[in-house]
T-cell receptor
Framework: SQKIEQNSEALNIQEGKTATLTCNYTNYSPAYLQWYRQDPGRGPVFLLLIRENEKEKRKERLKVTFDTTLKQSLFHITASQPADSATYLCALAGSSASKIIFGSGTRLSIRP | EAGVAQSPRYKIIEKRQSVAFWCNPISGHATLYWYQQILGQGPKLLIQFQNNGVVDDSQLPKDRFSAERLKGVDSTLKIQPAKLEDSAVYLC???????????????FGPGTRLLVL
């Protein structure tokens, strides 16, 4: 069955360092992968989308890589800040935004 | 631009009762999604509409859950009868539904927190 895993439930890092979150999947050939941020008591907020034929995408301090051979995406936040503390979710989708599945999320804490 | 609206925000019911949730997507968005998010887990897609047609309802427990999207705009999700394991946050999301670019970006509402006692 299709499976998506995020590397750890929680990640704690020092302010200013780069946070790296991992998303691995099996039994799926996604057309694209997305990363979302979710704060407690709120719905997820879209951050970045990367397609199957793209290797890397950047947006300000965020960078996403996508390796369809390894079936893995890495999500990086550079120069991390306490305000980046949240749960980060990865999501896969097939063509026409079908068969969407979310990972369980990684709770990131940035300490001052 | 107004975001995705959901109501109610909170609901407490007893098992075997019925409950309904309402969602108003962003104006002009063709695709609407309902998700169930259990505490500590990621959202699980229940049903996906494209305009007022169903694209995917493979994970919707059809013996107790139903959803409709009248006129391709607002949507309601109903649970009848509710079970204890239905306690979760029910999230509605919408997207422009246009392939390419950021057309697949989902915009989520605040969710409805359901507690079944």
């Amino acid at each position: 069955s299709q499976k998506i895993e995020q590397n750890s439930e929680a990640l704690n890092i020092q302010e200013g360092k780069t946070a790296t979150l991992t998303c691995n999947y099996t039994n799926y050939s996604p057309a694209y992968l997305q990363w979302y941020r979710q704060d407690p008591g709120r719905g997820p907020v879209f951050l970045l989308l990367i397609r199957e034929n793209e290797k890397e995408k950047r947006k300000e301090r965020l960078k996403v890589t996508f390796d369809t051979t390894l079936k893995q995406s890495l999500f990086h936040i550079t120069a991390s800040q306490p305000a980046d503390s949240a749960t980060y979710l990865c999501a896969l989708a097939g063509s026409s935004a079908s068969k969407i599945i979310f990972g369980s999320g990684t709770r990131l804490s940035i300490r001052p | 631009e107004a975001g995705v609206a959901q109501s109610p925000r909170y609901k407490i019911i007893e098992k075997r009762q019925s409950v309904a949730f309402w969602c108003n997507p962003i104006s002009g968005h063709a695709t609407l999604y309902w998700y169930q998010q259990i505490l500590g887990q990621g959202p699980k897609l229940l049903i996906q509409f494209q305009n007022n047609g169903v694209v995917d309802d493979s994970q919707l427990p059809k013996d107790r859950f139903s959803a409709e999207r009248l006129k391709g705009v607002d949507s309601t999700l109903k649970i009848q009868p509710a079970k204890l394991e239905d306690s979760a946050v029910y999230l509605c999301a919408s997207s422009p539904g246009v392939a390419g670019g950021e057309g697949e970006t989902q915009y989520f509402g605040p969710g409805t927190r359901l507690l079944v006692l």
